[in-house]
C-alpha cells in the first residue's frame, strides 16, 4: 500500500519557470490538500479538495493553481516562480470523519528551490 | 487566527515530562497533534473533538479543554524515539482547514 506519492523529491526552478508537482493517493480518500512548510515555521495551507471536481484556496493560494479530475491524484502547478516559493511542499490525504478532518497521511514532500 | 504553541522549544534528560500547550483565540471543533522529524513528514499522534476529552497513545496523552479554547499534549518517561517538532493544527468546523501552529522542538538527551 503506498499511501501518498508526491514527486518529484527535488526542484531547482528560475524565477519565472512554472512546473507540476505531483500528488497521488491510493487510500480512497475524499479529501486531499497542499502545505508549505518554510524552515523552523509550521504548515500552511495552500489548496485543498474535498473531492473530484471541487477545490478551495487555503491560506496563501496566491502563485499556485489545482485541480481534482479523480479522487487519485491532486496536483500542484507553479504558475511562475518566484525566490519566495522556495519551500518544501508536503501533500496530504484524509478521510473526513463526521464533520472533523479525519487522520492526514502526509506525502514525503518535495524540496523546492527557486533561483 | 493561527494556535499559539508553548514552549517554543524544550530540553530534557531522557525519562523526564513535558508539557506542550496549544491555543486558539476562536472556537475550536478539534485539535490534531503530529510530530515531525527533521527531514520527514509529520506523523500523526491523535485528534481531540470538543467534549474535553482526553486521549491517550503510549505514555503520549493529550487533554482539550473547549472553554479555554486549548490543548496540552503530555508526553510522560520521555524516550529518545520522541525528539521532533510537534504541531497542534486547529479546526473550527465545516470548513475543512487545518490551521497549524509554530511548533514547539523537543529535545530528549540521554
Known amino acids: 500500500n503506498a499511501g501518498v506519492t508526491q514527486t518529484p523529491k527535488f526542484q531547482v526552478l528560475k524565477t519565472g519557470q512554472s512546473m507540476t508537482l505531483q500528488c497521488a493517493q491510493d487510500?480512497?480518500?475524499?479529501?486531499m490538500s497542499w502545505y508549505r512548510q518554510d524552515p523552523g515555521m509550521g504548515l500552511r495551507l495552500i489548496h485543498y479538495?474535498?473531492?473530484?471536481?471541487?477545490?478551495d484556496q487555503g491560506e496563501v493560494p496566491n502563485g499556485y493553481n489545482v485541480s481534482r479530475s479523480t479522487t487519485e491524484d491532486f496536483p500542484l502547478r507553479l504558475l511562475s516562480a518566484a525566490p519566495s516559493q522556495t519551500s518544501v511542499y508536503f501533500c496530504?490525504?484524509?478521510?473526513?470523519?463526521?464533520?472533523?478532518?479525519?487522520?492526514?497521511?502526509f506525502g514525503n514532500g518535495t524540496r523546492l528551490t527557486v533561483t | 487566527q493561527q494556535p499559539v504553541q508553548s514552549p517554543q522549544a524544550v530540553i530534557l534528560r531522557e525519562g523526564e515530562d513535558a508539557v506542550i500547550n496549544c491555543s486558539s483565540s476562536?472556537?475550536?471543533?478539534?485539535v490534531h497533534w503530529y510530530r515531525q522529524k527533521h527531514g520527514e513528514a509529520p506523523v500523526f499522534l491523535m485528534i481531540?473533538?470538543?467534549g474535553g476529552e482526553q486521549k491517550g497513545h503510549d505514555k503520549i496523552s493529550a487533554s482539550f479543554n473547549e472553554k479555554k479554547q486549548q490543548s496540552s499534549l503530555y508526553l510522560t518517561a520521555s524516550q529518545l524515539s520522541y525528539s521532533g517538532t510537534y504541531f497542534c493544527?486547529?479546526?473550527?468546523?465545516?470548513?475543512?482547514?487545518?490551521?497549524w501552529g509554530a511548533g514547539t522542538k523537543l529535545i530528549i538527551k540521554p
Open positions: 496530504a490525504s484524509s478521510a473526513p470523519t463526521g464533520a472533523s478532518l479525519g487522520l492526514l497521511h
Open positions: 487510500m480512497n480518500h475524499e479529501y
Open positions: 479538495s474535498v473531492g473530484a471536481g471541487i477545490t
Open positions: 476562536k472556537a475550536l471543533y478539534s
Open positions: 481531540l473533538l470538543k
Open positions: 493544527g486547529t479546526y473550527m468546523d465545516s470548513n475543512y482547514q487545518l490551521i
